[in-house]
């Protein structure tokens, strides 16, 4: 059973800013939360991760609320490279990550 | 180019074949897995090795075998395969404890006749 909910497709225009929701209102307090891309016929692509408080790097930002039952990605500057499926996943302990279907997300020029 | 390598990266095989598909990771990585992608539907995990232990089998039939020789290698030796198995196999490793912080590799897309 997916841990998971997000909405299967979302659009955004082209640099602006794209922003993917992700439920997990049943993550346990150890449980991290991993974001994870992937471009049609590629293999998933890690973008970022976190615990309890923000994080950014030169992808993406991953921002947790304070109750950590959901979180946002958040492509600063989308470009149409950055259309694909994306994957938000809790746990990554020792069972590995479970991929649900993820967010379709369609950059538009 | 994520630093995990597959090999070949297309295989057509019919169904009394034998054939490897292999994976090779540069990371230093300690643990090594295998993933399953049908169409429309999500990855699955069939395989995990920790420092070339197999770690978890996600009840994979034995016609898929795993071989992990060191930590830099993973084979998945297939025969007797059915047309469902077609599929796109994805190779992954991450570095021990973040286990969720995996890098894939670009995919074999098996098609079995």
């Known amino acids: 059973d997916a841990k998971t909910t997000q909405p299967p497709s979302m659009d955004c225009a082209e640099g602006r800013a794209a922003n993917l929701p992700c439920n997990h209102s049943t993550i346990s307090g150890n449980e991290y939360v991993y974001w994870y891309r992937q471009i049609h016929s590629q293999g998933p692509q890690y973008i970022i991760h976190g615990l309890k408080n923000n994080e950014t790097n030169e992808m993406a930002s991953l921002i947790i609320t304070e109750d950590r039952k959901s979180s946002t990605l958040i492509l600063p500057h989308a470009t149409l490279r950055d259309t694909a499926v994306y994957y938000c996943i809790v746990g990554g302990g020792a069972d590995g990550l479970t991929f649900g279907k993820g967010t379709h997300l369609i950059i538009q020029p | 180019e994520t630093g995990v390598t597959q090999t070949p990266r297309h295989l057509v095989m019919g169904m009394t074949n034998k054939k490897s598909l292999k994976c090779e990771q540069h990371l230093g990585h300690n643990a090594m897995y295998w993933y399953k992608q049908s169409a429309k539907k999500p990855l699955e995990l069939m395989f995990v090795y920790n420092f070339k232990e197999q770690t978890e089998n996600n009840s994979v039939p034995s016609r898929f075998s795993p071989e992990c020789p060191n930590s830099s290698h993973l084979f998945l030796h297939l025969h007797t395969l059915q047309p469902e198995d077609s599929a796109l196999y994805l190779c992954?490793?991450?570095?021990?404890?973040?286990?969720?912080?995996?890098?894939f590799g670009p995919g074999t897309r098996l098609t079995v006749t």
């Open positions: 992954a490793s991450s570095q021990e404890p973040i286990r969720g912080e995996q890098y």
